[in-house]
């Protein structure tokens, strides 16, 4: 087991610990706000090209992920009351520390893509999918604003696949070829920092 592993086991049961009483709140709140399951599972891909379901707190209604992939703005009609706080404050992916502990996903690394947009990566950009994917990185500290850039896009998804994707991609290339414990520390400090100053 390699150093990055060790302590991605290690802060996951951890983090599981010290966070059990926000998780208990988060689903009291979830049950008294809508109808529908605590948590959403969603088909990612991982290393390898390998697909596995990702959790996080459910934020929106029930079955609105089939009126499309994309979250629009901080408003979203779909985005329920406490999912819109959730959201905010990235409270949505602390489950994902389960993923940690399955071994499919790691603190640090390219964040998870559906297979809808995988299909359109070239050979040159699968490269980010020869590492575990993460909860954050370099990429989602500078899109932590994205379903607002989304708004303003004339073409949301079009934007998303011809800027977002590609400039995401291209800081996941970065991190793969220039990465250690250090830098994850760094990755996850600035993620925090991100987060506590919306």
């Not at 979250?71 to 993923?99: A, M």
């Amino acid at each position: 087991m390699n150093a990055k592993r060790v302590f991605d086991v290690l802060f996951a049961v951890a983090g599981l610990l010290f966070l059990l009483p926000v998780f208990l709140i988060v689903i009291v709140l979830l049950k008294l706000d809508s109808k529908g399951s605590i948590f959403y599972k969603q088909i990612r891909v991982g290393l390898n090209q390998k697909n596995f379901e990702l959790i996080k707190f459910r934020t929106m209604y029930a079955n609105s992920d089939k009126a499309g992939l994309l979250t629009i703005g901080d408003h979203d009609s779909r985005i329920t009351r406490v999912g819109c706080w959730l959201r905010k404050y990235k409270i949505d992916e602390l489950p994902q520390l389960i993923n940690i502990l399955k071994g499919e996903m790691s603190f640090v690394g390219p964040r998870p893509e559906v297979l809808k947009y995988v299909l359109l990566y070239d050979a040159f950009q699968k490269k980010v999918l020869t590492v575990k994917p993460g909860i954050t990185d370099w990429a989602s500290i500078q899109y932590i604003d994205e379903n607002q850039l989304l708004a303003n896009a004339e073409d949301p998804e079009s934007f998303y696949i011809n800027t977002i994707i590609p400039s995401k991609i291209n800081q996941n290339l970065k991190y793969i070829e220039h990465h250690n414990l250090w830098v994850d520390l760094k990755i996850i400090s600035y993620t925090l920092k991100s987060i506590i100053s919306r």
